[in-house]
């Protein structure tokens, strides 16, 4: 049996994959790859097929495969300390660094950051954190969180009751009874046709409140949303959307946490998706670029406001019951405080914006006067195609996920990998921040490709 073949088999017999069709692949009717090698923007699998990885794994290879200034860093982390805790008081010369990096480079209102593995254990440690701030302040009852339909926040017990996509809720009991869900600020789906983006921000920030109306502002906590949705859709706020939640926000004392593990280190064409959107966060979640992926971490950033409140706590509770094994490990951290260096040096922020402007630019002209393509849409580094059964009413594909999967996998056997997004018929692409112009021609030219041959 050769190494491929054996590889296969192995991962049939032993791999429980995530977002998978656990029986169609343990029969052998779903794609298995095996990655071996990644330089740039590129990947190639084990049988040697090289791709243009347009999503940058899960949005997250920020800086391109094949940094040797990460991969040294990790290295030479290893040789000197694999690990040691970050406890009481605790800390590591990578871990005290990369805090510092990251507040450089964080809005202004920011204080201290506190780092896990994974965006999904970033928000629980924000729910929790936030109900503990709380807790302090005398509000036993404030403890619910609001998140919007269609957004992405991880995918445990809380942080899968905050993401608002079916696929996360059904069969696990979730959502959870302390998370509400609210419009998405999804414009392309608006029910009104004729309504415009100013006036949709305008009734997403009005169903807010009526939400806070009917629970009761003395029982709700924070509100949670990404800068832009991501896995949801790929879906940019209509004109206005942050200008109108914050008021509302502001006055009932909710907190904002704003989830920038897609968004955070750059993809935007600026270094947070908060800044770029005029958003006044209260605490930020960040994962994906602040590594690149070259190891697991992720980081809750605290504002100011929150941290006092916190240190309040400590002195009436004492030390502060949370904590992960992992939190801060020297690694990861290592990987980061190099992996910033990087997207500076690179001067990769910038890159972003340039390429991804022109990125949109060409998606949009080569494929949007398309009879089943309804929207072409994104910004920074992020692009997304959505495909209708009727361009004039919106009408989308019953049942929703017919016309992706199909343009994802026609994209394939062109070298070049897109995500069919979640619950829609979307394509989208998420490239590494180090993408060429050329790279961007590539990938317009095999999604042009890939429509025509699925509807034709």
């Known amino acids: 049996m050769s190494n491929v073949s054996q590889l296969k088999n192995w991962d049939q017999e032993a791999f429980f994959h995530p977002s998978t069709h656990l029986s169609e692949f343990a029969r052998g009717n ?10 740039g923007v590129y990947i190639t699998d084990i049988e040697g097929k090289r791709f243009l990885d347009g999503f940058a794994g899960l949005y997250c290879v920020n800086v391109g495969y094949g940094r040797q200034k990460v991969i040294d860093a990790i290295a030479e982390q290893a040789q000197k300390l694999a690990y040691y805790h970050a406890y009481v008081g605790h800390g590591t010369e990578a871990s005290i660094t990369l805090s510092h990096m990251v507040l450089e480079r964080a809005p202004a209102n920011m204080s201290k950051i506190y780092f896990g593995l994974s965006g999904s254990d970033a928000n629980e ?14 509000r036993p009852k404030k403890k619910k969180i609001i998140s919007r339909w269609r957004g992405y926040h991880g995918s445990g017990l809380m942080t899968g009751s905050l993401t608002g996509l079916e696929l996360f809720h059904k069969q696990f009991d979730l959502p959870l009874s302390q998370v509400l869900h609210t419009e998405a600020p999804y414009y392309f789906r608006r029910k009104e046709g004729d309504m415009s983006e100013k006036d949709f921000s305008a009734f997403c920030a ?34 206005g959307y942050w200008q109108a939640i914050t008021p ?4 009932h004392d909710i907190l904002l946490i704003a989830d920038e593990v897609v968004t955070g280190f750059g993809r935007m064409g600026s270094m947070f ?60 951290a290592a990987a980061g405080v190099a992996n910033l260096q990087v997207i500076d040096e690179l001067n990769l922020v910038e890159n972003a914006r340039d390429v991804g402007a022109y990125l949109n630019r060409a998606m949009h002209d080569a494929v949007s006067d398309h009879a089943h393509v309804g929207d072409v849409r994104g910004d920074g580094m992020l692009c997304a195609v959505e495909f209708v059964e009727d361009k004039a009413s919106r009408k989308l594909y019953e049942p929703i996920g017919k016309v992706g999967p199909k343009v994802a996998g026609a994209l394939v056997k062109r070298g070049v990998i897109g995500r069919a997004m979640p619950h829609g018929d979307i394509i989208g692409f998420a490239p590494p921040l180090c993408l060429t112009r050329k790279e961007a021609d590539r990938i317009v030219a095999a999604t042009g490709e890939a429509i025509e041959e699925v509807f034709d």
């Open 248 to 251: 509302i926000l502001k006055k």
């Open 206 to 239: 009005t169903e807010l409140e009526k939400l806070i109306e009917r629970e009761g502002a003395d029982t709700i906590a924070a509100f949670i949303g990404e800068p832009l949705l991501g896995t949801g859709g790929l879906v940019p706020p209509p004109e």
């Open 273 to 332: 998706g908060s800044d770029h959107y005029g958003m006044e966060p209260d605490i930020i979640t960040v994962a994906k670029g602040l590594t690149s992926a070259y190891a697991p971490l992720s980081g809750s950033i605290i504002s100011k406001d929150v941290w006092t409140v916190l240190e309040q706590g400590a002195d009436e509770y004492g030390a502060i019951g949370h904590g992960w094994t992992y939190s801060a490990h020297p690694i990861g």
């Open 125 to 138: 440690t924000n729910v929790k954190i936030i109900w503990y701030y709380n807790n302090v302040l005398g």
């Open 30 to 39: 779903a794609p298995n790859h095996v990655i071996s090698t990644g330089e």
